[in-house]
């Protein structure tokens, strides 16, 4: 079972940007789409953004167009989420999540992600 491990949260100031990375374990993590989700305190776990298996195909949630990109490195065995202009409104436990089946592309649905990782916390301040 493959392993994900995320990376690069912390504390920022409001406007600031942070870069969180998830590292799977997985030799077969090119043929898997990715997703990162969020989850505030005493709320549900919400889809932030994923990206196919190729690469070429991502999604975002509407609160994050324009602020967030999420990119892979196959050959690193890594998807990143670069996040700009944060908010407080960003503050969350982030969690990366690989797709039930390979060369599958399941989009924005909580319950078609297998695999998580351990979470990061990011922390924006006002």
């Known amino acids: 079972q493959a392993q994900l491990v995320e990376s690069g949260g912390g504390l920022v100031q409001g406007g600031g940007s942070l870069r969180l990375s998830c590292t799977a374990s997985?030799?077969?993590?090119?043929?898997?789409?990715m997703g990162w989700f969020r989850q505030a305190p005493e709320k549900e776990r919400e889809f932030v953004a994923c990206i196919k298996w190729s690469g070429d195909t991502t999604d975002y949630a509407d609160s994050v167009k324009g602020r967030f990109t999420i990119s892979r490195d196959n050959a690193k065995n890594t998807v990143y989420l670069q996040m700009n202009s944060l908010k407080p409104e960003d503050t969350a436990v982030y969690y990366c999540?690989?797709?039930?089946?390979?060369?599958?592309?399941?989009?924005?649905?909580?319950?078609?992600?297998?695999?998580w990782g351990q979470g990061t916390q990011v922390t924006v301040s006002s």
């Open positions: 997985s030799r077969t993590f090119s043929t898997y789409s």
């Open positions: 999540a690989a797709s039930y089946r390979q060369f599958w592309y399941p989009g924005t649905q909580v319950s078609s992600y297998a695999y």
